[in-house]
């Protein structure tokens, strides 16, 4: 694993993880000599189109998948966007309905905003207090015009994940199109199309261990989507442009990663995360825990510490890398929309710390992590009241 | 530069570029322990925002821009996407005009039609035999609701140069936008969005030694397009999605090495196409140019040999790697549309190679391929006409 200086723990993998050096080796022949277009016909085209196809088998090996189901785009929030506005008919906006959730990502809800702007309904459901969505609520609100219900799987903040077996059990009896968006869940835990019933799931290659730039879209046999990118005809006319070989064969890698070190990674994120949690409950008194407490990532810890603010907590510890929920300016709070829809009360929300392991931490670096937090928050507690 | 095998000679550099030594080593750093998310406040992520807006600036540095007017994108298809898509409001697409030309690149054409279907006007002019639009032709083309003319810098077959300072005139009187894919044009020739005086231009990485997957888009101080990726509020809102900071590291150098190599570049691709020019109307009788002659490409030539395939005059030389014009189906010729605009005959078409000179090449390599391919045609005349 490429490691930050021992001197820094990194506390961020939701927010991008470090490239594994496999997919780096993956991709590093397409940097020199194997740098043909795949749509020439020679062999230097050939092989790079090779190059393309074995990366797509590996990303859908990962899914449960067949390789003719996976489109690579440039990330997360292409195969969000292609999605979500491939569904709607721009002719007819009005007749399409879209159910969604308070706790997406801004890569959902914001194309989801831009439909309603041209006329489309969308239905954005609330969530309980551990941010999830209720089924029967999906249920209740689908329409005879809805078009598609967008539902995470799990979120990026807390980890919480989404009941989508369940969604998906309903959309199917009626006969509308699902799509989640896994840019968090996939190299997490095990992600497989089938058994989550979903038409379309995005995956975002920076969120495992691939670099950012790359992303896919799986797309049931069957179904389609108006392409987001017009031109030529790559990706079998979905998606326009000269493939990103170098990237795809790294995201290939990635997932063929991924998929052999599911069950450690698994195991292994969540002693840590679960040894994290445990010392910062020990030594913080009222701490909160935001989120499902069983069902989210193995690897996603968001926790408050009333009344501080996480961002002064995190800036008194320069080798930790973590985010927070909220930024405070100087006459309000700005919550995380997730913790807002999560009706986390805004006192509690200000001392948000999002702790994500992930490849790059030891269970040494995840306790000295702990540790810090604790001295760092009974200081500027003792700094408050002296 | 890396140089494919020796018994090897590319001559495709259209289609796409190897990826230049210094772009390459731009880009290690972010493969390796510089991962942060641009958007995380600590020093990893800082340091990463920091490496992108350093490639902006060298992009703006070659296209004469602000570094604010240069927006990353994941390739030319998807920039001019972004600006076909992004000037027309989907609410009424029937009051927005568009003019653009036949030998368009489809990533250019396809938006359009797609456009066309939800409503939109668009104006495809014709183009002369050399494949040149009459500017007299857009400015009688322009109508009260007309909000964008899209004509290209260079052409991606023939090389052959637009007038697109005449049209700038032309438009900038008219209160009308300009866009021009310079996807070609960027890093052959000097590329200046003042002297073009356009308001929208599309950059492909793969074009110019960076490789496939990143691309640009300069966009006017003061001008806007509504985004095509919507999401979080990367590139100042205008694409969202996670910055691809590896590759666009790799634009960065390329956009350096370009500058600084611009000259020399110019003037040795010229001398090998000159060269390869020279050497195939000396072996080949009836061999036709197409394109201009003059206001071309540096490295592009564009010849027809009447009567023969394209395709077969190729697939006897294994040691090259060209394109063709026109592909022969059992039945009939499908020649490519930028050939058909310029109204080359059929039997013309088929005879199409397209022969793109870069910095792969040496002036051998180019006498070589020549005399290649000049005894391949006399060999495929000789067994025509024993």
Redesign the interface.
Known sequence: M?L??QS?I?L?HN?????DPAV?EA?MP????E???P????P??IRAREGVEHAREEVAALLGCAPSEVFFT?????S??TVLKGVVD??N?EKCHIITCAVE????L??C??LV???AKVTILPVDGLGRVDPEAVEKAIEPRTRLVSIMLANNETGTFQPLAEISRITRAKGVLLHTDAAQAVGKIPVDVESLGVDFLSV?G?KLYA????GALYVREGKSV?P?????SQERGLR?????????AGLGAACRVARERMEGDLEGMKAMRDRLQEILFEGIEGLVLNGDPEKRLPNTLNVSVPGLEG?KI?SGLQGL?A?TGAACHEDRVSMSHVLSAMKVPERVAMGTLRLTVGRSNSMAQVEEAGRMLVARVQEMRNEKEP
Chains 1, 2 share one sequence.
Do not use: C, Q, W
């Open positions: 490429t930050p200086p820094l990194y961020d927010a991008t993880t470090p490239v780096r991709m397409y940097l020199a000599g740098f043909g277009n749509s020439s016909g020679y230097l085209g440039s990330g997360g929030s292409e969000n966007n721009f002719r906006p990502h801004p890569a959902v914001n194309p905003l831009f702007e041209l006329g975002a920076h670099p950012k730039g790359i108006t987001l990118i017009h031109g030529a326009a442009g000269t493939e990103n070989v170098v990237l795809a961002a995190l890398m985010s």
